[in-house]
């Protein structure tokens, strides 16, 4: 079976939570090193408790679309860095994501989203992401620091050992 191609893409996944939108400014950050775009991907299911009936006013694409721009917004008050593609799916966001590494350089999550405990230091689709994608995953927990600052923290951690 054949490799399939790679592009110099970082997707990121985007639920519009804080850790989210750190995944997206530590994505703008990567681009020089792996990618020429960010591929910003948010992801949306039917609630189990709907079975197979839907409110009729309610529109998933156009909900998914807006919480999109507001990550977008939010990472980027100062306009975006670099060339964005958005794309919003229907599925699970674990899964959705792992199909979309077979094509990318890098995949660039939060550490916890909006679901689950937040007590936990690694959400399942961070971890299942992490696990089964086809190219490198990088988690980002908590806010952003530059290259400088993370430099002069392990000097920091150094000298005091």
């Known amino acids: 079976m054949e490799e399939p191609r790679r592009s110099r893409v970082i997707v990121a996944g985007v639920d519009g939570s804080p850790s989210s939108i750190n995944a997206l400014e530590l994505a703008a950050r990567l681009v020089p090193l ?21 409110p009729l006013d309610w529109n998933p694409d156009e909900l998914a679309e807006k919480a999109l721009d507001q990550a977008l917004s939010a990472a980027f008050q100062d306009g975006r860095p670099c060339p964005i593609e958005r794309r919003v799916l229907q599925g699970t966001a674990a899964q959705v994501l792992i199909d979309e590494s077979r094509h990318a350089s890098m995949v660039v999550v939060g550490s916890r989203g909006h679901g689950g405990f937040a007590s936990l230091l ?27 600052l993370a430099q002069h923290s392990l000097e920091t951690v150094d000298a005091a050992s």
């Open 34 to 54: 792996a990618g020429d775009v960010i591929r910003a991907v948010t992801v949306w299911q039917y609630p189990v408790g709907f079975g197979t009936f839907a």
């Open 122 to 148: 690694l959400g399942s689709v961070s971890s299942a992401v992490a696990e089964r994608s086809s190219c490198p995953v990088v988690i980002a927990h908590g806010a952003f620091q530059s290259p400088e």
